[in-house]
């Protein structure tokens, strides 16, 4: 058959990784994130970096985890970011509650704040 491609002939297309930084800290006398809630993580594959401003943070997910690892806690250093989490393979709008605590003992604002996979 002319004209059609073996699996061998054909061009693998690597798409590269999206890369997300979300940046939390004291900020204005609250415990929260740089960007308005529901912070976007990107699409499934996608890397993320947390980034604590001018405290060390606590973010922990309060049921499943956004990340194929799993990881459902996160202590971040003033100063230092996560390691790299890649976003796992959930339906785009799917939400992420989360806690949000800084050391410096300001409040956290009472509405929970969320992930989202846009």
Known sequence: MAGRKTPQQQQIVATTPGTTVLSFGCLGGVC???EQYPLHLGMPGDHVY????????????????PFVSGSKKFTILKGQSSAVETVANFTNGTKFRFTLSCASGCPTPTAGPEMIIP
């Not at 604590?52 to 997910?61: G, H, R, S, V, Y």
């Open 50 to 65: 947390m980034v604590a401003l001018n405290t060390d943070i606590t973010i922990k997910f309060t049921a499943k985890s």
């Open 32 to 34: 929260v994130a740089t």
